[in-house]
């Protein structure tokens, strides 16, 4: 049986705080919630939830083969495999989403962004196990008809979370929402009017890797960022296969920037909340990809493979002092600082209880619980006291900003580089 440190965002023992790099500084007295983990190595959490066997599922006869036991742990049991593994925390396929956004961690995950940090929620698992559902809940519908509140996603909870925080008497928070795809291993703004464009994504000593000129939308209202979140989710590329009619083509990460607005002579915190939702690996004899849909998967695949690759290393004892070799996908660029760097990072494997699925329902299992041995030495941004940065100058009208010197940017600001203090 894991103890309470073994399971997730508690620092692990006999590990030190390092030095503080400039713009990531130490708490000051008073700030509770940074205390444990701050600059301590500190676990990713991790946790699982298996989906309901689907119609199709059930209508050939295919069999459970994976029973969630309590205490966070599931078994698979099929003909040649016998297998327990152990989670911060496992949703069956009765886990409301409510349940899942209060269970995972992701209340939490919230406040530390409030506090400054940079979080992360992955989901990922074959294609069709449940990932979208998880982070979004079943947005296709919504299009035609207003979906459940019950349904609503980690994200929707997250944002209402967050409104709600920022319009407590004691939090002022200036919040704004970028949205990107990694299609085919080219980086694309999904809050960019007309057709997508490939932006480059450079790294600098101090920010480490950012995508440069990506759109940030300030937003101040649930229906605000519901709506952006609905117009960047049907730019996404999906495509119908043999194992799902919507299957995302590209990873997508939505990242809410979080801003706190303190007195002029404090430095203010500047965390984010970003939501990956990783396309699925799959079998393309299964999928029936041909074409188009097989060069997609291809490069899938072999992001997955670069990000399963950088999570083998990190998870080894001493594993951060090897090359880790991020550069080898644009998705593991950008998810270097989570799972690596100072953030912190909340996983959420999904998995088929079906017996049809079971080889990539083992994989996804043996890949989850190789990332719950990767660290992260959480620290909190704080954007520098000094000569004042171009702020975003609110347009009348609208909920976009302009950076000064700037003729055309509707409906958005762009960020050419990472602002000091900022990624
Ligand atoms: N917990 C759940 N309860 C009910 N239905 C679910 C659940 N999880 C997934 N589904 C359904 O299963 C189908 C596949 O889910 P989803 O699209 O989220 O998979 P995915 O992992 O994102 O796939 P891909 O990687 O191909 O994009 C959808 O019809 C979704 O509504």
Not at 62 to 83: M, N, P
Not at 84 to 103: H, K, L
Request: glycine letters at 8%.
């Amino acid at each position: 049986m894991e103890s309470e440190r073994e399971r997730g965002w508690e620092p692990q023992v006999g590990t030190r705080p390092k030095t503080f790099p400039r713009g990531q500084e130490k708490p000051s007295p008073g700030e509770e919630r940074e205390g444990p983990m701050v600059g301590r190595e500190t676990r990713l959490r991790v946790v699982l939830r298996v989906r309901p066997l689907t119609c199709t599922e059930m209508h050939r006869g295919d069999r459970q083969v994976v029973h969630s036991l309590s205490d966070g742990t599931v078994h698979v049991s099929a003909a040649r495999h016998d297998a327990i593994f152990g989670f911060s925390a496992v949703f069956d396929a009765g886990a409301s989403q409510e349940a899942v956004f209060e269970g995972s961690g992701m209340r939490q995950l919230v406040e530390l962004a409030i506090d400054g940090f940079s979080c992360t929620v992955f989901a990922f698992g074959q294609t069709g196990s449940g990932k979208t559902y998880t982070l979004m809940g079943p947005l296709a519908q919504s299009e035609t008809q207003a979906v459940s509140p019950a349904l609503l996603g980690l994200m929707q909870r997250s944002f209402a979370c967050l409104l709600e925080r920022s319009r407590s008497c004691s939090s002022d928070l200036a919040l704004s929402a970028s949205y990107l795809e990694i299609y085919n291993e080219q980086v694309r703004d999904l809050l960019s009017p007309g057709p997508p464009c490939a932006l480059p994504l450079r790294w600098s000593k101090t920010h480490g890797f950012y995508v440069e000129n990506q759109l940030s939308v300030d937003f101040e209202s649930l229906e605000a960022i519901t709506d952006l979140l609905l117009q960047g989710s049907q730019r996404r590329r999906t495509s119908a296969h043999a194992l799902n009619r919507h299957s995302s083509r590209s990873h997508a990460l939505l990242t809410i920037h979080v801003r706190s607005r303190a007195p002029r002579a404090c430095p203010s915190k500047q965390g984010t909340l970003c939501f990956v939702d990783l396309a699925g690996s799959e079998r393309v004899k299964e999928t029936g990809s041909r074409g188009e849909l097989s060069v997609e998967a291809n490069n899938i695949n072999r992001s997955l493979l670069a990000l399963g690759h950088c999570i083998s290393l990190l998870a080894k004892p001493g594993g951060k002092r090897t090359h880790i070799p991020y550069r080898d996908s644009k998705l593991t660029r950008l998810l270097a600082r989570s799972l690596g760097g100072s953030g912190i990072t909340l996983m959420v494997a999904c998995i088929s209880p079906s017996s049809r699925c079971l080889s990539e329902t083992l994989s996804t299992l043996h890949y989850a619980s190789r990332a719950r041995r990767v660290t992260t030495r959480p620290l909190a941004n704080r954007a520098l006291p000094g000569p004042p940065m171009p702020q975003p100058v609110p347009v009348e009208g609208s909920t976009g900003v302009l950076l000064p010197g700037q003729d055309v940017a509707l409906p958005g600001s762009r960020h050419p580089q990472p602002q000091q203090g900022k990624r």
